[in-house]
């Protein structure tokens, strides 16, 4: 159990959230705040995941320039990174700046193969892909030919399966379907 004194955590302007799978959500006021928590967490040995800060994100973006090849821009971390996108010419070429495309499908962790983040940021119990037991998939000692168990919905397929129910609801959350009334 997390040890954060709830004077503590709105001295910190932070906001807690139970989750209906039972984990804590924290969302902190400010990146400060945010690195203090992730420290606190970690002294206390806590499983936890968190996601990418703005500012450790780079800013890229497609450009497309008249006959000639499409050109991906990656920009490090800026406050006027914003400011491309209102370049118009480049070099006696018109140019369009577009953000780059969002993909349709869901992250999935590597380490604890739960879905909606990644494991650059998971620091949770390994989980195989294949058997679901508390190791990493590299070092599965169960042979190739043995039945696979979902960690997420503990049926008999792969946790990294698209048909898996647990997937399409994360990917109906994440990006739900449009419907328009009449």
Not at 87 to 103: D, G, S, T
Not at 123 to 141: A, D, I, R
Request: with cysteine; hydrophobic share 25%.
């Amino acid at each position: 159990m997390i040890n954060l004194k709830l004077e503590e955590a709105e001295g910190r302007k932070q906001k807690m959230k139970i989750l209906a799978n039972g984990e804590i959500k924290i969302l902190t006021g400010d990146e400060h705040h945010f690195r203090r928590t992730i420290k606190e967490l970690e002294e206390q040995k806590v499983e936890y995941h968190r996601y990418q800060l703005k500012t450790e994100k780079s800013f890229g973006c497609d450009q497309t320039i008249v006959r000639l090849p499409l050109f991906f821009v990656d920009l490090e971390p800026q406050a006027n990174n914003k400011d491309i996108y209102d370049i118009k010419n480049l070099c006696y070429h018109i140019i369009k700046v577009e953000p780059p495309r969002k993909n349709k499908e869901v992250p999935q962790c590597k380490n604890c193969q739960i879905f909606c983040h990644t494991q650059n940021y998971c620091f949770k119990t390994p989980k195989c892909v294949k058997c679901s037991e508390g190791h990493t998939s590299l070092n599965c000692p169960k042979s190739k030919k043995s039945k696979a168990k979902c960690t997420n919905c503990s049926e008999g397929h792969t946790a990294k399966w698209k048909g898996c129910i647990i997937y399409k609801n994360a990917l109906e959350k994440a990006h739900p379907i449009k419907t328009t009334a009449i």
